[in-house]
């Protein structure tokens, strides 16, 4: 059995949309996966959205908490990926544009996505806009 | 009796090499001429070089210490206190497991091991950098230093006003005068050295860069309200000096004085021999002592600096 996080906007199960911010994300939809069939799915609101600082982390321990040991990810910030490195959690970066939870479980269990070992954007790069200190011209998700 | 307390000048300036230094290290020499005691502070701790302008040795090297904390396994039981009241999250906590130093974002202010009701988190103390005293032309020096490649940089700043403090409170009177020498920048190492100034100096040079720069550090003294008279150096450079002193006038930023390019000041920089002192054998009549004599002039009217 393993349990995947993904990092979402609501509560819309399989038909969720993978959200690019990680730490700042409304929710993560937690995917069940048992002999490679979806078991189980369930959501849960992002506490650390609003976070002043350390969101990636608090949203790497409300991955762990719902006992997750996988990931797909959008971007990733330095402490965010940290967090789930020493929480010995796979990272799975989804490539591409809006992909449902649904399409994204598919190419895990298909084997093509690829593994992320160090983060992909800047810190607090996806502040501003939902909360936190906005930080001015930080953007959303800005790339390297 | 009253004790008095030391005045206290932040010489800054934003831009680096703006001869922040140069004025910082003959302000004191000016000061220690008159007869006030004084302490020079150099706030520069990722490039500490003050002590090279008096030909100072330094002495009475400290380590600065920085905590992180260290979890004691045998002792934890996993409750989570600290994680859950950690400001930075620098703990990370899965239920039922050990917590996870985040040492990247741990601010070093040690609640988790205040709180941790079964003592399981012990300091894990690292050198981060260094502190040092010296004492050259009946002035004293406090120097601080970060170690290269260390990022706390405003612990070690922290460290050097935490001493200034320190001998405030118990020798009051020790010193009549402290100068501090801050970085180049706005970042917050400056910040600290301005906010515990009475008077704040930024020097500057006329130029574009100059003055870009000036104004950053002057958004930045304004913020701590805080009052400054700023210095404008080398402004015989290419006869910029009328345009550029005629631009501040119009941003309403007051000037102490303006220092000229001159030889005099050059050989004192490469010989560790400050312009200002009374015993050394400098032109009393060359440009540069001349205008180092108006602004202190300027400084002790500002100031009502009385001995």
Redesign the interface.
Known sequence: MVIVGIPTFGNKGLNEVLNNRFGRCNSFTFVTIENNQIVEVKSVANDAQG?M???G??A??II??NGATEVIVGNLG??AS??LN??NITIYQAQGGSLTVKGLIDLRLSGKLQVLTSPNVAAHAGMGGGGGRGMGGGGQGRQF | MLKLKPKIICVTGGKGGTGKTLVAVNLAIMFKNQGFKVLLIDGDVENPNTFLLLNAKLENKTEVLYFLPKIIEDKCTKCGLCAENCGTHALLHIKNSYPIPISTVCSGCKLCYKICPTNAIEPDLKVIGWTYRASAFNIDLFLGELKPAEARSAVIVNKLMENLEHIIKTETEKYDVVVLDTAPGAHCDVEELISGADFVIPVTEPTRFGKLDLLRIIELIDLLKKEYKAIVNRSSLLGYKDKFLKELEEKGIEILGDIPLDEEIVRSYCQGNPLMEKRSKFDRNGAGYKSFEIIFENLIKWGDFSK
């Open positions: 976070a600082g350390g969101a982390i608090q790497a321990q762990g908490n330095p402490n940290s967090s020493a929480l």
